[in-house]
């Protein structure tokens, strides 16, 4: 088995930023605010945050303004990768709290389900994003987290899974967000666990991969959502750790840096970070823990609720 090639993916992440005058612009362009999370955060796991000038960064957050790129509505989806942003430099004080919350109450809709912006689609996801976003802001007492948490509930399904909406079929990104935000609201006992890690460790396929849902491809980027939610269930035995590990390492650009979604694909920022942080999760040598609910790095999540 071939080793984690940390420093041309550490280099990979920052040659994206070469291709244009600054980081800033290639995110904002190309990636976004999202992308800026995923490059950002694979950095800090890989204990090479300090190769990024935070100054630029952090004007760069501040002057988008939490309203989503330039030129676009606000999205909850965008503020939250900016509110984790902030948290990997400990820059959360330069976040306007009271605006930041103001808009993810306002997002809360009556069911207790959330909204992604201003046009009301509904979507588990969402309801993960605001729980985790007012959680960093501790502000989690601004919205009714016991509706947020029955909305979730019902969108549970007889295979133990969640889905998107109530009825909606079960896959690993939603199970995810549902289990990730049960747990940060210390709901966990409201999942079968043994129901959902069957499902859940079912997603491993002969080459050691995870798949999304039943019969589809293995994806790097289920090493994230699948093994995450296994931990927070506490059935990660359950699947083989070594042959997970293997899968990933194998779709490593292991001459030019950057992971793919599946061997021999072409890499990208995004399967990049999952694969490092799923390669975190499975304790692979040399790499920060992340912490499977709010996907930062441990250290970063302690800083934020036991600092002070
Ligand atoms: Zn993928």
């Known amino acids: 088995m071939g080793e984690l090639a940390t420093d041309k993916h550490v280099r990979y992440i920052l040659s994206v930023e070469k291709k244009k005058d600054s980081f ?12 800026a999370y995923w490059g950002l955060t694979a950095l800090d796991i890989m204990g090479k945050l300090d190769t990024v000038d935070v100054n630029e960064v952090v004007s760069w957050i501040m002057s988008w303004g939490f309203g989503g790129n ?13 509110v984790q942003v902030l948290a990997l430099f400990n820059k959360l004080d330069v976040v306007d709290v009271d605006k930041v919350t103001t808009y993810i109450v306002s997002l809360q809709n009556e069911d207790g389900s959330f909204s992604g912006d201003i046009w009301g689609e509904v979507d588990t996801r969402f309801s993960y994003i605001a729980i985790c976003c007012v959680s960093i802001l501790h502000r989690l007492d601004r919205i009714n987290v016991e509706k947020a948490v029955k909305y979730i509930i019902s ?21 995810f967000c549902c289990v990730g935000a049960l747990a940060i609201t210390g709901s966990l006992d409201l ?28 994806d790097v980027c289920y090493s994230w959502w699948v093994l995450s939610s296994l931990i927070m269930i506490d059935r990660v035995h359950w699947i083989s750790k070594e042959k997970l590990i293997k899968f990933i390492l194998d779709c490593q650009d ?6 793919s979604d599946r061997p021999d694909d072409a890499v990208d920022v995004f399967h990049t970070y999952f694969g490092v942080a799923g390669l975190s999760l499975l304790e692979y040598p040399g790499l920060k823990p992340i912490d499977p609910a709010y996907a930062l790095p441990v250290d970063v999540v302690d800083r934020i609720f036991f600092s002070k």
């Open 254 to 259: 292991t001459e030019k840096g950057g992971i």
């Open 24 to 35: 800033e612009s290639v995110v904002m362009e190309h990636l976004r605010m999202n992308g």
């Open 155 to 175: 969108c549970k399904n007889m295979d133990g899974g969640f889905g998107c909406t109530p009825g909606g079929e079960s896959h690993a990104g939603q199970i």
């Open 70 to 82: 330039v030129g676009h509505d606000p999205h909850i989806l965008y503020t939250l990768s900016a």
């Open 191 to 218: 999942v079968d666990k043994d129901l959902l890690g069957w499902w859940l460790c079912e997603r491993q396929v002969k080459s050691g991969g995870l798949n999304g849902r039943p019969e589809k491809l293995p």
